[in-house]
């Protein structure tokens, strides 16, 4: 049996070596069995069948922990290669679609990528719930 150090290091070494999108979404490629085969949700059985994860929470998971993985790994080894990988690898997956994004289409900013999402969402954070437009671009753009 390998220690959880060895599985690790062996699950960021595939993060690091994947050269698309397709090949991180190949390692969320699982099906659950046995309890989760027959639950959706903890104590209520449901009809027993083959669950995977869906394509989008797959995106998700690669946007969100595999790319932050990745681009601090090229800068904790100052190895910009890493951190290229992983802004290539952003705009290579679509934008995100939720509530804070349509806020941003209906003023005419739609993001082409989940790169320019992850930006829209920064500035909503860090600019418009702290109210400080004045100091914001976008925001400066829009007053005027």
Known sequence: MRCCCTKAATCLAK???ARDI??????????LHGYWSEHYTFDKVSTRKLKHLGGNFIELLILNACIPIIFYYG?????????DQALRLMQELPPEENHIIDGWKKLGVVPEDAGNS?????????YCEGRRCLHCAVGNA???
Do not use: G, M, N, P
């Not at 397709?22 to 099906?31: N, W, Y």
């Not at 800068?75 to 951190?83: I, K, P």
């Open 142 to 144: 829009i007053l005027k």
């Open 75 to 83: 800068v904790y080894t100052q190895d910009t290669r890493y951190c």
């Open 118 to 126: 992850q930006a829209l969402l920064h500035l909503k954070r860090e």
């Open 22 to 31: 397709e090949e991180l979404a190949h390692l969320f490629s699982v099906t």
């Open 15 to 17: 993060i690091l070596a």
